[in-house]
């Protein structure tokens, strides 16, 4: 007899929306009125975006409940972790022509799952009979979603729940038909060069009925304004559902689409990017209302401010690997650097008659790397709980601008300690945010 149902129904509900490193939870069930007739082995068939990925077994049931039934417990966070990883977002990604599809899938980062669960028997002979094989036939879960993504243990456990809060200080309009969710947990005025390539990550639950085009609309601020004016780009996102996407939000990515402050009609303007000090942009889905309003928009990211010392040529767009399985920049403007190496030493006797070129000692092994001491001030109190999230990170890159030929680049660095001092400066205290790395790659030298 097959599994047909879950023990007291534990399982992910249907399209909902889960971490990969919290337990997901399975307890199907073996109903059989034959008491003590178990299979030795059940099956776990795991299939992400509809394609069988891996089976997971178990020897051993959990319990029995009240009415004789014996269930297991499968967590396939394991093999979540092991399928999904996390991408860095294509630097250029705006580089293309702005009216295909350029806010692109995070690829691996979020998958489609379901399992499928198999018992089996023994023959006359003792040996062990599936029911089917993998990949085909047993008792289906419903579909549901999981995200590259840790929650901790003070965070609200349901994924989706926990997303829904960080909305709210963006300004994420309610939803109406539509849901995006914001896959970072950066604040309002998040900083930004005019000279960094950079992007805001989300989920894309469930997209308005009967949209298929979107734009993606910029509201900005120079310095003296007093109020946001807006443009438009035309018709930049198809939709899917239940896909993670992530949107580019640097003005070094803007800059060269054409811009509009109408789309109905057609009506060309100029942004001033070069003047701009704060804005912010969303997906405007209600292209029938002249203009478009922001106020229709599915969602709407941070704040983007972009001033003080980020303006400056010396600085570094350090991009870390957030909790939600996705990236957020700091900028740091104090940059102290400096080479460490390391060697063996190879003492050999000279040779007769006397070679002046001739060495008696040489270096052997010889290992070295670049290493930086970075630091700002521009991060006040309301972003420490964010950047101490960032400094744990497992993964971090430097933004490189390119050289030789060569497109802009993240390279990857490792670091080694992270500092927050608050010091006061003369009538005001200020947070001082401090990083050492070195280079995730040391210098190649000759073995002469």
Known sequence: MPITSFQSNVRPTASSLNAAYRPIIFQPKFDSTLIGTFPP?????????????KTQTSTTYYQINAFNAPYWIFDIQTVVQEYLKSNL??????????????????????????CKFRVSSTDSNGFIV??????????????FYVLNSVLQHEDNQDLKTHLNFYKVPLGFPPAAGYEFMPLSHRPNGYIISKYDYDSFPLFSIKLPSGESNYSLAISYKRDGDMSFTNAYTQYVYSGQNNIAISIPTGIIQLKPLTWYSNLLPITPTTVPFDDITEYTLSLVYDLSIVPPSVLNASFKTPLFKTYGCNCNKQRLHVRFLNYLGFYDAVNFSEINGSIITTSDEWQKALKFPLVKSDGGAKKLTVISNEQFTVSTCEYGEDMQQWLKELFDSPEVYIEWPGG???????????VKDGEFVLRKSQD???????????????NIRQRN
């Open 89 to 114: 977002p294509l630097l250029n990604l705006l580089s293309i022509a702005p009216t295909t599809t350029d806010f692109i899938g995070v690829n691996g980062s979020s998958s489609a799952c379901y």
């Open 404 to 414: 030789q030929g060569q497109d802009a680049a993240n390279i990857p660095i490792l």
């Open 130 to 143: 599936p029911e089917g094989s993998p990949g085909s036939g047993g008792y289906a879960s419903p579909t």
């Open 428 to 442: 005001r205290y200020e947070y001082v945010t401090q990083i050492q790395f070195t280079m995730s790659n040391e």
């Open 41 to 53: 082995v059940v099956y776990c068939d795991i299939y992400f975006n509809g394609t069988y990925y």
